[in-house]
Every structure is written in C-alpha cells, then in structure tokens.
C-alpha cells in the first residue's frame, strides 16, 4: 500500500497566519492527491482534489501543490474557522490510503 | 442539497456479523460512486470499500478483504455494507460518502454522511 506521512503532526498558529501542510507519499502519484478539513464531531469536508484543484465553495484562501511524492496545502491567512484537523488522501491506487492528519490549533 | 444518512451500528460482539446502510437524497444516486469510510474514534480515516454507479467495479481494503461485502439498491438510492467476523478492531465510526466523479470513479469523497458508530466488544 502507498504510504502518506504528514508533516507536523499538530501545529499552533494565529488568526492571520500563512500555514503550510506537507504530505509525503511512499511512492509517486502523481497529482493524484486530495485533501480534506474535519471539525471535531463533523465528517470530513473535501477542500482541494488532483493536488491543486479547489472544491467548489471552498474559499480562495486554500490552496494546494504539488506532483509525484510531495504536496502540500496552504492556508494564506488564517481564520478563526479554519482550525481543525487536516487530512491528505491519495487516490492514485486502488488501495486509496490517508495521511494521519495534521492538528491545527489556535496559538 | 444532497444528504447521506448512515445507520444499522450499534454493539457487536466479536464472529458475529452487521449490515450498515446509506440513504441518500438530493442527487442522481445512480450516476455516482459511493464509498464507504471508517474512523477509530479520535484516530485516523481508513478507507473500507467503494462501488461504481453500476456495481460493476468494487474494492476493498485489504483489511476487510473476504468479511465486507458492499452493495447498492439504485432504486432505493442505498448502500450497504455487509459485515462479517467482526472483530475488535473493526470499532469505528463508518462513514458514508459520495465519490465525485459522474458516471465514474474519481476516488476522491464529498460529501460525507455523519457515520455509524459500530463497536465490536464481548
């Protein structure tokens, strides 16, 4: 199965920051990769898809990059509802894997 | 507005055996993908099994391989997901959730339903 590894694992930052999530997969995928926004007691919610593609409804201030092994998304600048835990996905098998997530909290 | 809503959890012991469904509304079910989707409570996402908008291609992971059998009723805008020889690290919340890709498969999920709570303890 194809490995994904997020980097951190958690993270604090501040109303206004620029953050950055990295997700790393154990082999190429190509632009292969999705990710997705969970607030606590909520299902998941598809922010981009094919790496760099935004889901519509999604603002603007999300984005993603990336292709083959390394990706990452990018929040511009932060807001209060943005906090939550973030989780990349790849699609590329037919053994579809997700990263662990990455926690987002409020410094 | 489209809607998935998940039931048939509850608490199982272990070798025994549970159906969860999926209706949905507010889109062509048909036309899509569904997927299932499963949450150790506080823990990761795993993926479990999908189906094509035809039943003509499935798949599951590899940890559920031989006890999960996915299924759909294109009249009844349903899925299912049949399992067998639960065990105790099948406990999870089992989400249902739409594939985006029409009359394909994408592998990429939205929206999600709000899950199942399945616990398999004796």
């Known amino acids: 199965d194809i490995q994904m590894t997020q980097s951190p694992s958690s993270l604090s930052a501040s109303v206004g920051d620029r953050v950055t999530i990295t997700c790393r997969a154990s082999q190429s995928i190509s632009s292969y990769l999705n990710w997705y926004q969970q607030k606590p007691g909520k299902a998941p919610k598809l922010l981009i898809y094919a790496a760099s593609s935004l889901q519509s409804g999604v603002p603007s201030r999300f984005s993603g990059s990336g292709s083959g092994t390394d990706f990452t998304l990018t929040i511009s600048s932060l807001q209060p509802e943005d906090f939550a835990t973030y989780y990349c996905?790849?699609?590329?098998?037919?053994?579809?894997?997700f990263g662990q997530g990455t926690r987002l909290e409020i410094k | 507005e489209v809607q998935l809503v998940e039931s048939g959890g509850g608490l199982v012991q272990p070798g025994r055996s549970l159906r969860l469904s999926c209706a949905a509304s507010?889109?062509?079910?048909?036309?899509?993908?569904m997927h299932w989707v499963r949450q150790d409570p506080g823990k990761g996402l795993e993926w479990v099994s999908g189906i094509s908008w035809n039943s003509g291609r499935i798949g599951y992971a590899d940890s559920v391989k031989g006890r999960f059998t996915i299924s759909r009723d294109n009249a009844k805008n349903s899925l299912y997901l049949q399992m067998n020889s639960l065990r105790a690290e099948d406990t999870a919340l089992y989400y249902c959730a739409k594939d985006v890709g029409v009359r394909g498969v994408s592998n990429w999920f939205d929206p999600w339903g709000q899950g199942t709570l399945v616990t398999v303890s004796s």
């Open positions: 507010g889109f062509t079910f048909d036309d899509y993908a």
């Open positions: 996905q790849q699609s590329y098998s037919t053994q579809i894997t």
